[in-house]
């Protein structure tokens, strides 16, 4: 949803064509996208307390789905992972 400058609001869709007089829409418009930053050592550990030891690698892999489900909700598109 965006507000433009007269107090209406106009429901945009996540991606197709737009057009508008009143900001900066012209044309194509496409989902915001979203990286993810996640501290890596924070989340070892916390993931260890809740929900158990696991191999790396199914570790990892979910933490990529939940990560999936996250942006899912939201909408957007991912863009990346930042693990550090």
């Not at 989340?43 to 990560?67: H, V």
Request: aromatic share 10%; proline share 4%.
């Amino acid at each position: 949803m965006l507000l433009l400058s007269s107090p209406r609001r106009v429901d945009l869709p996540i991606s197709g064509k737009c057009r508008s007089r009143g900001l900066f829409l012209e044309g194509e418009f496409k989902a915001m996208k979203i990286a993810i930053l996640i501290d890596g050592a924070f989340y070892q550990k916390q993931a260890n307390i809740l929900f158990g030891r696991k191999l790396p690698q199914r570790r990892a892999d979910e933490l990529e789905q939940y990560c999936h489900r996250h942006v899912k909700a939201s909408g957007r598109m991912l863009y990346r992972i930042f693990y550090l």
